[in-house]
């Protein structure tokens, strides 16, 4: 499995994650679990990518830019998933803000698989985008467990 493959798995889970919390009861268990769900795998994914990919396409001058632009992102997602995680789940401007980070998340992995994934393509080469897959793995089980 490469790189890509490896990332598009997450991505998926994070649609559906997003998806299902979306349709959540206020202040019920199921929205509560979901959450946690969600944040781990954000926080986690994001950390792992930036420190094997985005790390990678950063030291190309044709990845550089990309590069950055996402990582920004990783950002304002952090920052909104702070906001979120440290308000009261049942209150109705909780969905009002979930909503905007369920819409920052699917831009963000869609516009990863449609714009950047084919730009890294080009500027990192197969065999490294093989290694990357394992090393995302290790990194991203290693940030799973500091957050658990
Ligand atoms: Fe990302
Ligand atoms: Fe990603």
């Known amino acids: ?18 998806k299902e919390l979306a349709k959540t009861q206020s202040g019920s268990e199921n929205r509560a679990n979901l959450w946690e769900e969600l944040k781990v795998e954000l926080g986690a994914h994001a950390l792992a990518e930036e420190q094997v990919f985005y790390s990678a396409m ?11 632009h996402s990582v920004a992102e990783h950002k304002d997602m952090t920052d909104l998933i702070e906001e979120l995680d440290a308000m009261d789940q049942s209150a109705d401007i909780w969905m009002k803000k979930f909503e ?7 831009h963000h992995v ?5 714009d950047i994934f084919p730009v890294a393509r080009k500027v990192i080469s197969k065999d490294a ?9 290790k990194r991203k089980d290693a940030e799973e467990k500091s957050v658990a």
């Open 100 to 106: 905007k980070l369920k819409h920052e998340v699917i």
């Open 58 to 68: 950063m030291e190309k001058p044709d990845g550089t830019e990309e590069a950055r």
């Open 1 to 18: 499995m490469n790189i890509y493959t490896r990332l598009k798995k997450d991505h998926e889970k994070q649609r559906e994650l997003c």
């Open 129 to 137: 985008a093989e290694d990357m897959a394992q090393d995302f793995d």
């Open 110 to 114: 869609d516009e990863e698989e449609a």
